[in-house]
C-alpha cells in the first residue's frame, strides 16, 4: 500500500511540475480549457447487453467531431462534425494502411 501512496504522490508531484512548465511557456491563457474542450461517450441504442435488440455501436462526440463505432465489426460506421446533426452524418470508410520500404501493408 505505501508503494502506491508513493506512486501517486510521485505522480502528482511530476503533473504539477508539467503543468507549471507549461504555463511558464505557453502562457495560462493557452492551457485552459476551451468551450469544445469535452468528450462524451455512450452507447447509442443503450447498452446491448441489457436493452433487447440494441446494436453494439458506441457514439464519442468530441467539442469537433461526432464518431459513432460499430463495435461488431471495429468500424467506423460515421464520422462528422459536430455542428452536424448526428442523424445526417454521413458513412464512414476509414482504412489503416503502413508503408515499409515501397511495400503498403493494410
Request: glycine share 8%; proline share 4%; aromatic share 10%.
Amino acid at each position: 500500500m505505501g508503494g502506491l501512496l508513493l506512486h501517486r504522490i510521485l505522480f502528482s508531484i511530476s503533473l504539477f511540475a508539467a503543468t507549471c512548465s507549461l504555463a511558464q511557456e505557453f502562457g495560462m491563457k493557452e492551457i485552459m480549457p476551451r468551450s469544445n474542450d469535452r468528450t462524451a461517450m455512450w452507447w447509442r441504442d443503450g447498452y446491448p447487453a441489457l436493452v433487447k435488440g440494441a446494436d453494439w455501436r458506441r457514439m464519442i462526440q468530441t467539442g469537433n467531431y461526432w464518431f459513432l463505432i460499430d463495435t461488431d465489426t471495429v468500424s467506423v460506421a460515421r464520422i462528422g462534425a459536430a455542428s452536424t446533426p448526428v442523424q445526417e452524418i454521413p458513412g464512414a470508410e476509414l482504412s489503416l494502411t503502413l508503408e515499409v520500404n515501397g511495400k503498403t501493408y493494410h
